[in-house]
């Protein structure tokens, strides 16, 4: 067991439950004789280079608890992938500070960054633990079975548009929802869950793992409101046409310095979408709404199970750090075999979940590439927990 | 007291408790000797010309009582106002059914219909009792200290903006929230009920109920980010610049039967007050949202003051029209002049609240335009009832 101070961050795009996985990291680590201080860093690795911290061990108890409840991260975010002088700079400040323990809890960009700086500290021969702690709403991370964040986006997502759907059920037409979701479409996919009838919406789901075609997408608006009456959409942000050129790209530039397009705070993709069905398919009534950062921000509405995987997630990784077994690794989610849902929580190589995300499973998305299936929604149900009661009356006639 | 059947509609735009309203006018109605069958017409006025009717003595205790707790209009909806030929089609259609007693639960243009139904049935001296039911999450009645509907919508928005305001703790930049309101900048102001501390956001509040200038926005946000180093804004969908028109008619056309611009269901507002940040503020991060429909049909989180009250509003229209005392009105709330909150409903003449809105008073805005005051917030705090708790760390520097 290697004796040291510990440093924590907090990167990429927050969630409703990423304080979980401080809290739970830095209260793990308050329990155990092989960590000494505890740095929060603000705003990732940012307030590493910029010298600034927050001591972990003098928050009481009570507002650890409290934090961990509260949305969005509560270190402060950044994005910005390491250069090799940043790990220079971030070494020196980190010698300084005698850490032997970084934990940094994101998505994959995020893990990208854990792995650069324990490469680099290897080369350097700096003995340091590197940690990756999950985290995303996208639920895009490799080797889990899904990742913290993402129940509680989802649950968002699927409560929204079942309120939508009742909306739409009372005004008619057409409602396009746009949800999150760059290259998967788990958070979109979400959208069923909320479906109890027949004919509840949405009743077309368009997913990044399938090529979106716009005359495609006229055909099965048609096809919906002459089943329905009305039809209500959940699209992805992220959906591309066949050649892969994401449909909000022809409207927009801005990219992060991990060289990403800017998919979300914007409503030009519903717009766009919503132009196309009065246009194309001669319907007067059509309504866009682009859920945007709602979906992982939204007090008071987090999956009880998503709270606490998040929360074990950062005492797993606090663990595996002191238990000297790996020097540095990301935390995955493992579903259990049994009919009962259970989780268990493995270290797995950093390059493993770097970088490179996951998709939809092939299972999860029906023939017709515009729905989930039974099994999308057996596999997220648990994620989510259950939804709002919501009723309708048995309509007999007078 | 008349006997006769009774017939009830919703109308206008869905709230999450519009259905608390009609189901306790029904469960008022089932226990009243005055009232034979109970007529549910579907999609409002449209519904009776269509003879689109189901039995509302059939529904089952909990079947009501689970509608009750449901976002939007189970017995749909519709925005039509109805034309002298309408009525007369109407008339045929109730005097057939036996119709006393008509009750339509819906905002403004609502009650201009019931008034409308209301004047042509004294002309044709059909004898029935029209009333008005309030609902409207904009809370724009007149002779109303506040509407079923406003509390629930306004819950939402806080709670959104609050985990908003977090977000962009996290990640810094301008975030502009676009939040629903033709006329009244109520719901737009419930954003500010999230504010604990003094740097929370929203950092600017723009109500319609103010002319909206760029070069002042522009210079607003500047002031707000050497302040705050970040900016929340928070801005109504019906904002209008000095003349009276709104910014967003500058980018859509459509209107409904009552004459009104489109608002809601586009994100143009948001994308165009990003734009001018960036562009005249040099601000790189700028991210808007529209919360678009959601704000009226989220299930799970209605005020339970609100929910309350709509269901008493319901329970108030039907004693009413079976007390003979008047034979049309709406019902209104009145809050009582005691310190503790509380309500009272009474009766108003359906010109009183027909067709022209309210707005906020004076003593809501602050003098620059840009915020509300803290009269606002003491009076929309019961209304919207306690908000999910967040926490910050203490932050003492290691």
Redesign the interface.
């Known amino acids: 067991m290697k004796k040291g101070n510990m440093l924590i961050a907090?990167s990429g795009?927050?969630s409703?439950v990423i304080n979980q996985s401080l809290v739970g990291a830095v209260l793990a680590a308050r329990d155990n004789k092989a960590v000494g201080?505890i740095?929060?860093a603000l705003?990732g690795i940012q307030g590493i280079l910029d010298e600034q911290?927050?001591?972990?061990k003098?928050?009481?108890r009570t507002?650890l608890e409290?934090?961990a409840?509260?949305?969005?991260?509560?270190?402060?975010?950044?994005?910005r992938k390491p250069t090799h002088e940043d790990c220079q700079a971030i070494f020196r400040v980190l010698r300084k500070l005698e850490i032997r323990y970084f934990f940094y809890i994101g998505g994959n960009d995020s893990a990208e960054t854990v792995h650069i700086i324990n490469e680099e500290a290897v080369k350097e021969e700096y003995g340091i633990c590197c940690f990756h702690i999950p985290k995303t709403i996208d639920n895009d991370l490799r080797e889990n079975d899904h990742t913290p964040g993402y129940g509680s986006a989802a649950r968002f997502v699927a409560?929204?548009v079942?309120?939508?759907d009742?909306?739409n059920?009372?005004?008619g037409g057409v409602?396009i929802d746009v949800i999150m979701g760059r290259n998967a479409g788990f958070l979109t996919a979400a959208a069923a869950l909320g479906r109890v009838e027949k004919d509840d919406g949405p009743h077309l789901v368009y997913l990044p793992e399938r090529p979106f075609s716009v005359d495609g997408f006229v055909a099965d608006v048609k096809a919906a409101m002459k089943k329905f009456g009305r039809c209500v959409v959940a699209v992805s942000e992220g959906i591309a046409d066949k050649d892969g050129t994401p449909i909000i790209a022809k409207f927009t530039q801005e990219t992060d310095s991990h060289g990403n397009v800017q998919l979300?705070?914007?409503?030009?993709l519903?717009?766009l979408l919503?132009k196309v069905v009065k246009e194309q398919a001669g319907i007067k009534r059509?309504?866009?709404?682009?859920?945007?950062?709602?979906q992982?921000?939204?007090?008071?509405?987090a999956s009880p199970a998503d709270a606490m995987e998040a929360r074990l997630a950062g005492v797993a990784a606090v663990q595996a750090a002191v238990n000297d077994e790996v020097s540095s690794g990301s935390v995955a989610i493992k579903r259990k075999a049994t009919k009962k849902y259970g989780v268990d929580f493995v270290v797995v190589p950093l390059r493993a979940v770097a970088k490179e995300t996951r998709h939809m499973p092939d299972a999860f998305i029906n023939k017709a590439g515009n729905d989930v299936t039974q099994a999308f929604i057996d596999y997220a149900r648990p994620l989510v927990g259950g939804?709002?009661?919501?009723?309708?009356?048995?309509?007999?006639?007078?």
Chains 1, 2 share one sequence.
């Open positions: 907090q795009g927050p409703m201080k740095y929060g705003h911290f927050i001591d972990l003098k928050e009481s507002t409290a934090v409840n509260t949305p969005s991260s509560a270190l402060g975010s950044v994005r409560c929204a079942k309120g939508d009742l909306d059920r009372a005004l409602k979300s705070g914007t409503g030009a519903g717009d919503a059509v309504r866009a709404d682009t859920f945007g950062y709602l992982r921000s939204f007090p008071g509405i939804l709002p009661p919501c009723a309708r009356f048995a309509q007999l006639r007078a």
